[in-house]
């Protein structure tokens, strides 16, 4: 089994639209999690870390569920700048703060 | 803007040649972190360097190999290039020590080996 598997879509919603992705872990000791957005050729930006008890930040919102090894984004309000690729990350309880990056999630937000 | 730089921004070298890729980190960040990204594949950890030293490694080969000066800018070197090392190297800095804290990346390096 991978250790982060992501659908990598393309997901393909209208303006407005709500969309939630996932990503699975295999590693149970994995301790922080986190999405990045990645626009095409561009670097990785951290979107927002992802908190036991969940967490939202305006339109974004991320949860965690450890028994079912899963995190999750939901997108409210889509819009046209939310195109983009999102890849959740995780840091095991090792102390090198390696990161484990699933494929990534292609969005396209449509007029 | 991270505030963490690479150079060169793209690269294109044939097999066999060796490469340097350089990333300065963030002001105040003491730990870099490497990693490889493939095209359609998320960023796949090379290795971390931490005040120097090398703070743990991933899946690569030792032609891999990586330096951290006391300014904690940083060197990735690859030998003998291969083909499949075509991919976007990003660095990643970070306040290390005891609580990772967030990594912030910088814009990359192309590298083509044809």
């Known amino acids: 089994r991978k250790e982060v598997e992501q659908d990598p879509g393309p997901f393909n919603v209208p303006e407005g639209a709500t969309v939630a992705f996932n990503c699975t872990y295999s590693n149970s000791a994995s301790q922080s999690f986190f999405w990045y957005r990645q626009d095409c050729r561009k670097e990785p930006k951290l979107l927002m870390s992802v908190y036991s008890s969940g967490n939202e930040d305006g339109r974004f919102t991320a949860q965690l569920n450890r028994a079912s090894q899963y995190i999750s984004l939901l997108i409210r309000d889509s819009k046209l700048s939310d195109s983009a690729t999102y890849l959740c990350?995780?840091?095991?309880?090792?102390?090198?703060?390696?990161?484990?990056f699933g494929q990534g999630t292609t969005l396209q937000v449509k007029p | 803007e991270t505030g963490v730089t690479q150079s060169p921004t793209h690269l294109i070298k044939t097999r066999g040649q060796q490469v340097t890729l350089r990333c300065s980190s963030q002001?105040?960040?003491?730990?870099v972190s490497w990693y490889q990204q493939a095209l359609g594949q998320g960023p796949q950890f090379i290795f971390q360097?931490?005040?120097?030293?090398?703070?743990g490694r991933g899946n690569f080969p030792p032609r891999f190999s990586g330096l951290q000066f006391p300014n904690y800018s940083s060197e990735l070197n690859v030998n003998a290039l291969e083909l499949d090392d075509s991919a976007l190297y990003l660095c990643?800095?970070?306040?290390?020590?005891?609580?990772?804290?967030?990594?912030?990346f910088g814009p990359g390096t192309r590298l083509l080996v044809l």
């Open positions: 002001s105040g960040h003491n730990t």
């Open positions: 360097y931490y005040r120097e030293e090398e703070n």
């Open positions: 990350a995780f840091r095991s309880s090792s102390n090198t703060g390696k990161l484990i």
């Open positions: 990643a800095s970070s306040l290390g020590g005891t609580g990772m804290k967030t990594q912030y």
